[in-house]
């Protein structure tokens, strides 16, 4: 991946990112949220990122989809700053599903992990620089003048020494692009220093719309002649239709086909009312899948069981030194164990897909996460070439990590095919819950060893947990990484405190559940069995959690952020009534560059009722150069939120291999009036942009549970925190 981002003029154009300049006639720049026009796609040189119009206008392409991250705002900025673009001449369209646009980390239109704009940052750069070159070039030798004497200014060339000036789309009607585009160094780029538009706060380009009802979903597409479908799933893995009540419900005014899935009934029909009440008619019966049997309270138990046993086989995610020793060996040693149950997307827009397949074509409209996939997986079902396949991104209701799986879309694709009219498909939120791609649940056993004067000098955390990288990417990723579960594992370990020796090991767990990424993948659960271990060792050392975290870690970066978080608090100030918690945690990669964040949580314990009440949240964060530092405040924040209602109320159970909870009367979200006052403060430091979209998330759980040990004496081990089990850990 480090290589993949640091790439030449020619790796860059060789990996497809190269873009052909295409100086375009009056009116051929597309509205800001059209999709390309005629006259833009028959043009004879397409443009991967920039096309200017001779009347100005700036056309510039956002490459991934957009899911509520304003990736379609930073990502044509990161462009227009090295362009020198007048931001107001500005239009932003979504590219289309193409090589040219695939993300260096990923090789594909791909978003997740918050890496959007820290994957695409060096080639946006590029890719801009070079359009300006292009434009230098044109004038200097349009003017008979060395180009070293031009300059540009926002969206005009400058001769100071003639005292001449052209407009951008003034060069337009005269540039040609070279064969071989201008060799841009990554010294060549603009300085940070010179920034005009990144880092500083630039309205988002998706706000109106939205705000005007006029944002364009999957859920508003509507086909001439389109037909309806809503797909019943089987309950688990591997388990398919056997029979079912279709022929009955094909007697219905407006149905029009029951078609059997590999693992679904699809229903069919003229009108969205008919094929839902026909849905809710349907019976189906299921052959036994993979996970038929299981009930996730029990098997907690017996995940809880396999963290304790050492003799249990067990992948190492992280080995530093010999843990097990040091432990052994140690003056002291400390053990503590945490669970976390199942949890659900909830995004607010239903999984919804519209397709239209013919003999030697296919069309899909669809707010997906994985474009690119959806393309390659929807021509073989077709049986055509992926290049006869377009995919229309559409902006997403919600993602989350849900719409990183595919399966909604190629339902789409197989019903359209059997039907021979274009269907849109949409789940039912009772449908969605049923067939939920969940975060895993989790056991935990933590064991560290220490000193006679109390400092670490062994850690050893096992995870017994349901597997995701198979399911996302196939078993044959998993293999390749050594069977190291990135996503489920992710934050699994002390790579920034001070620790000797540290083991990390993962016990697969597989009942034939559906999972997925979920927000912060493996944050939520793992970092609060760390940040909660860190405060019990402070609490054992008769130390203030915050004074032993700062003595504790490594990084510079992270002691600000616990510093800062600290002052902004004023953590030592004494409350009446509430008390405060901490929580530490990262987003990102080592080789890629992460981001830091710590939180304070002020809460309030009804000791009686067991109910939790966060007053305020605090949050200081360490996101590089921030690209959008506005935008950057209200991802962390919302993630926070998520991090909020995933401690205290989410919880998606198994009974029999079925899911318990229904719709949200019984999965129980963050309530408005349970959302806390929250004070988010950015640190700058670098000149890369680092990942922000998840990155409070994994403090806001340890800071609770944290906060309720300062408070009571008693430790909330068991995610989420309903109010049975608070009063269970007060002895209430």
């Not at 646009?101 to 978003?111: G, I, K, L, M």
């Not at 239709?241 to 022929?247: D, I, L, M, R, T």
């Not at 929580?583 to 939180?599: H, Y």
Request: with cysteine; aromatic share 6%.
């Amino acid at each position: 991946m480090t290589e993949a981002l640091a790439l030449s003029r020619r790796a860059f154009l060789g990996t497809g990112l190269a873009f052909t300049f295409a100086f375009q006639g009056p009116g051929t720049a597309g509205a800001q949220s059209a999709p390309p026009g005629p006259a833009t796609l028959n043009a004879p040189a397409l443009n991967a990122y920039v096309r200017i119009a001779t009347d100005g206008t700036i056309t510039i392409q956002a490459p991934v989809p957009e899911m509520g991250q304003a990736s379609n705002t930073a990502l044509p900025l990161i462009v227009a700053e090295e362009l020198d673009a007048d931001w107001s001449r500005v239009r932003i369209e979504t590219a289309p599903v193409r090589p040219a646009y695939d993300s260096p980390v990923f090789r594909s239109q791909f978003v997740v992990a918050s890496l959007s704009v820290r994957g695409y940052w060096m080639p946006l750069r590029i890719a801009g620089a070079q359009a300006r070159r292009v434009l230098l070039d044109a004038v200097a030798a349009h003017w008979g003048v060395p180009v070293d004497q031009l300059t540009t200014e926002p969206s005009v060339v400058v001769h100071a020494a003639s005292n001449r000036r052209i407009g951008y789309g003034e060069v337009a009607a005269f540039a040609t692009v070279p064969a071989t585009l201008p060799e841009i160094a990554p010294a060549a780029l603009k300085p940070v220093a010179a920034f005009r538009l990144l880092g500083r706060d630039v309205p988002r380009f998706d706000v109106p719309a939205k705000a005007t009802g006029q944002a364009v979903f999957a859920i508003d597409i509507r086909l001439p002649g389109m037909l309806h479908a809503t797909v019943a799933r089987s309950p688990g893995l591997g388990a398919r239709p056997v029979s079912h009540n279709g022929a009955a419900l094909l007697a219905r005014p407006g149905i029009t086909h029951v078609l059997p899935l590999d693992q679904g009934v699809a229903i069919v029909g003229e009108r969205v009312e008919a094929v839902l009440a026909a849905r809710r008619a349907l019976v189906v019966q299921w052959s036994p899948g993979e996970g038929a049997t299981h009930s996730s309270e029990p098997a907690l138990a017996s995940y809880l069981a396999d963290a304790r046993d050492t003799a249990k086989p067990a992948a190492t995610v992280v080995r530093v030194g010999e843990a097990a020793q040091a432990i052994a060996g140690a003056a002291r040693t400390h053990a503590a164990e945490f669970t976390s149950d199942y949890v659900y997307h909830a995004q607010l827009e239903p999984l919804t897909c519209v397709a239209a397949v013919t003999a030697d074509a296919v069309e899909v409209w669809a707010g997906t996460q994985w474009p690119s996939l959806v393309r390659d997986e929807a021509a073989k079902i077709a049986g055509i070439p992926a290049d006869r396949v377009t995919v229309h991104m559409q902006t997403m209701g919600g993602g989350f990590g849900r719409r990183a799986a595919i399966d909604y879309a190629l339902e789409a694709v197989t019903i359209a095919k059997a039907a021979g009219r274009p269907v849109k498909v949409m789940a039912t939120r009772e449908d969605d819950i049923a067939n939920a791609h969940v975060r895993p649940m989790t056991a935990h056993r933590i064991e560290v060893g220490l000193d006679v004067a109390g400092k670490i000098t062994g850690w050893r955390h096992r995870l017994a947990a349901d597997l995701v990288v198979p399911q996302l990417y196939g078993r044959a990723r998993l293999d390749a990484q050594r069977g190291v579960d990135h996503i489920v594992t992710y934050h699994a370990n002390v790579a920034h405190y001070d620790m000797p020796a540290a083991l990390t090991e993962h016990v697969y767990r597989e009942h034939g559940v559906r999972t997925a990424p979920w927000r912060g993948i493996g944050a939520g659960p793992n970092a609060f069995a760390v940040e909660a271990v860190i405060d019990d060792l402070a609490r054992q050392a008769n130390a203030d959690p915050v004074a032993y975290r700062i003595a504790l870690l490594k990084d510079a970066r992270a002691r600000a952020v616990v510093e800062a978080v600290a002052a902004m608090a004023e953590w030592g100030r004494r409350r009446d009534g509430t008390s405060l918690g901490i929580g530490f945690a990262k987003l990102g990669l080592p080789q890629l560059g992460e981001s830091l964040a710590a939180t304070v949580a002020e809460v309030a314990v009804d000791r009686a009722s067991g109910g939790l009440r966060v007053l305020r949240l605090w949050c200081a964060a360490d996101v590089g150069l921030p690209v959008q530092p506005r935008n950057a405040t209200r991802q962390i924040e919302g993630s926070l939120l998520w991090g909020l209602s995933s401690a205290l109320t989410e919880r998606l159970t198994f009974k029999d291999g079925a899911v318990e909870q229904t719709n949200f009367g019984d999965y129980e979200v963050l309530r408005a009036s349970e959302v806390p006052e929250v004070q988010v403060r950015l640190i700058r430091s670098g000149e890369t942009p680092l990942p922000a979209g998840e990155l409070g998330l994994g403090t806001v759980a340890p800071a609770i549970s944290n906060a309720v040990l300062a408070a009571t004496g008693r430790r909330l081990a068991a995610l989420p925190f309903t109010k049975d089990r608070v009063r269970a850990a007060l002895g209430v």
